[in-house]
């Protein structure tokens, strides 16, 4: 797996999963000028046109005591129930998803399944194997190298859940999977969600910039996820940050920060028509959503 992406890439490859990323992001944050606050909830904001300025109400969740934060700009990227998407009332387009799946966190040591096979992701699909109707095809994901995985489970098609499954019945269900009853497996965790595909068709309304999940919510072929939002903030930042620094001119200030949105928007057509497997009407999409983004994006200054 590694060879193919080292020869299709410019860079090396590291397989992260989010949990050993996101302190790596942190930790560069905090150590880098960077105030990071916990338990800090935001609560709304109010834009002042004539100030320049945002005041952003937020919460401290230990002391119970709400306080005032003024900005020059607000980014929104506070995931996919965004309140500051839903604050700004950006309208979203949604797609029809792909319902439901099941995220089952096991420990269960399988580096010995792993000497021929060796993979992060594998795809298990056990045609000779009856299945639940909850437990069609699966994923087993790698968190810790091989005894730490995050299988996800989809149904079969039309699934409507009356009662979710047991432990017994999930226990049962990854052992059909691992195919090694010796193999001692734990269930650590259990999570139900739905495979989204919504995206917001403006991502920012005066200084208020959204990003991330708050603004796109992709299928899980592709792990487009975290790296459009990845994308998404270091497209933002350079751009945001000549502006702070000066190195912009007022006038044409509005043009780069538009340049973020007409290139996030397209992008964001590009990454959705690959993971839906719409590429032929992407580019059409793409010329017409130009002209329309750029028009759209025009207005909000
Ligand atoms: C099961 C699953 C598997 C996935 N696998 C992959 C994958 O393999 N590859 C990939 O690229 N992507 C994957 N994704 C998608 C990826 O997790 C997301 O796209 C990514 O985490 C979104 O990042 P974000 O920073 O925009 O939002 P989030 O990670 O949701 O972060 C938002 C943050 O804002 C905080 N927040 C929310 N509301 C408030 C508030 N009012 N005040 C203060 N803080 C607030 C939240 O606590 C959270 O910390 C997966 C997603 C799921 C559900």
Redesign the pocket.
Known sequence: MQGRWREVSPCDPIDL??NKL?PQFINYAATHGFLCRFN????SFTESHTNGTVDVT??DTVFQQTFKIRCKFLFG????????VNQLGLPLTKDQGGGL?W?ILVKADLAHLMDSRKGS?HWIYQHDVGHPDWGWIGFP?TVNEWDEW?I?FLPVPGYKMITPPSTDEWMKRINQFIGDDSVKVEILDV?K?QINEIYANQYSKGRIFC????V???P?AN????????Q??FNLAWKISYVLKGKLQVSFHEDVILTFLVHQELREWNCWTRTTQRDSLSAERLSNGKLDFHCRTRQMF
């Open positions: 999963p989010q996101e800090t909830e935001f609560v937020v919460k990227a506070d995931g996919a129930r965004s309140r500051i799946a995220s992701l994901r995050l996800i999570a969600w990003l991330g999940d708050a796109h919510r992709h899980p792990g487009l996820g975290s790296n459009t939002c990845i998404d903030a």
